[in-house]
Structure formats: structure tokens, C-alpha cells
Nanobody, 117 residues
Framework: HLEESGGGSVQAGGSLRLSCRAS????????MEWFRQAPGKEREAVAT???????NYVDSVKGRFIISRDNTKASVYLHMNSLNPEDTALYYC?????????????WGQGTQVTVSS
């Protein structure tokens, strides 16, 4: 089970931090991911973090977003800075077992992020 929190509304240039807590899973062996889906667009992977801490980002958020994890809290975070209206979307936490390349096995319910100009 994955549960997100931290979404909301912010003006362009602002920041938000999303959190996702995993329960009932062997968290330390999970690849954790953040996806987003904007209205009328396909869901896209925004950031991933492997069990060993290696990270990857979609080009549009590089330098602005940071993904991090705290294995002691079974949690993953997405620190979003310099937000712009194109970042408006429903953000999902997801997990893959053992490595990100294995594909998503678990999804959260999503948290809305709205950025106004």
C-alpha cells in the first residue's frame, strides 16, 4: 500500500514537497517512482530512485525536482522547486520490486498539484 500526501496549489516559481509512505512492503528493496498525469496527456515517469539510491529524472524536471528516500520511514519524497504551470498534474507514487527496470507493481491513489501563473 502506498499513500501520497503534500499536493496542493502554488504559484509559479513556488515549491512543494510530496511524500509517499509505503506499508506492508519490504521497502528497502523497492524502486520508488513518481509519475504524473496532466489532463489530456499520458502518464509519465518524473523521477525514480533505486534501492541503492541512484536517481533518474525526466528532462523537463532536471535541476528543479529532487527525489529522495528514507528507508527508516519507508518513505519517498519529491521536492519540487521552480514550479511552472506545465507541472500541473495528478502525481502518483509507485513502486517496483528490486529494481526500477522490473516495472511498477504498486500504485498510490495520486495527489493533485496545481501551479498557477
Amino acid at each position: 500500500h502506498l499513500e501520497e500526501s503534500g499536493g496542493g496549489s502554488v504559484q509559479a516559481g513556488g515549491s512543494l514537497r510530496l511524500s509517499c509512505r509505503a506499508s506492508g512492503l519490504l521497502y528497502s528493496r523497492l524502486c520508488m517512482e513518481w509519475f504524473r498525469q496532466a489532463p489530456g496527456k499520458e502518464r509519465e515517469a518524473v523521477a525514480t530512485i533505486e534501492p541503492d539510491g541512484r536517481t533518474n529524472y525526466v528532462d523537463s524536471v532536471k535541476g528543479r525536482f529532487i527525489i529522495s528516500r528514507d528507508n527508516t520511514k519507508a518513505s519517498v519524497y519529491l521536492h519540487m522547486n521552480s514550479l511552472n504551470p506545465e507541472d500541473t498534474a495528478l502525481y502518483y507514487c509507485a513502486a517496483a520490486q528490486q529494481a526500477c527496470s522490473y516495472g511498477v507493481a504498486f500504485w498510490g491513489q495520486g495527489t493533485q498539484v496545481t501551479v498557477s501563473s
